[in-house]
Nanobody
Framework: QVQLVESVGGLVQPGESLRLSCAVS????????IGWFRQAPGKEREWISC????????RYRDVLKGRFITTKEKTKNIVYLQMNNLKIEVDAVYYC????????????????????WGQGTKVTVSS
């Protein structure tokens, strides 16, 4: 079983940046990629990005490219989501999730591609 623990989100102002972390634990081979998702009230959970443990490649939702960056801590299984120039948006809960598919980051993700989920962390962008 894979366990994922996200850092605490928070309240930020438009234009500011925020970095979320996802600490991953589990057996080698139980996960090959970490994805980030977000879900606003009344909306479907949408995929943001993917980080591959196979080759450390990344993939992003088109509209977020350049503003959101996913990286991994070099010596620990912690995956980050750096969010820059945040825009005024409705409240959203951000989730990290693990996938046991080696090619998970070869295409834009869906909820069905991921097996285990973190508890979610709320981020609010408001002036």
């Amino acid at each position: 079983q894979v366990q994922l623990v996200e850092s605490v989100g928070g309240l930020v102002q438009p234009g500011e940046s925020l970095r979320l972390s996802c600490a991953v634990s589990g057996r080698t081979g139980d996960y090959w990629a970490i994805g980030w998702f977000r879900q606003a009230p009344g909306k479907e959970r949408e995929w943001i990005s993917c980080f591959s443990f196979v080759d450390e490649s990344t993939r992003y939702r088109d509209v977020l490219k350049g503003r959101f960056i996913t990286t991994k801590e070099k010596t620990k299984n912690i995956v980050y989501l750096q969010m820059n120039n945040l825009k005024i948006e409705v409240d959203a809960v951000y989730y990290c999730a693990s996938s046991d598919a080696i090619q998970a980051c070869d295409m834009d993700g869906t909820i069905q591609d991921y097996n285990y989920w973190g508890q979610g962390t709320k981020v609010t962008v408001s002036s």
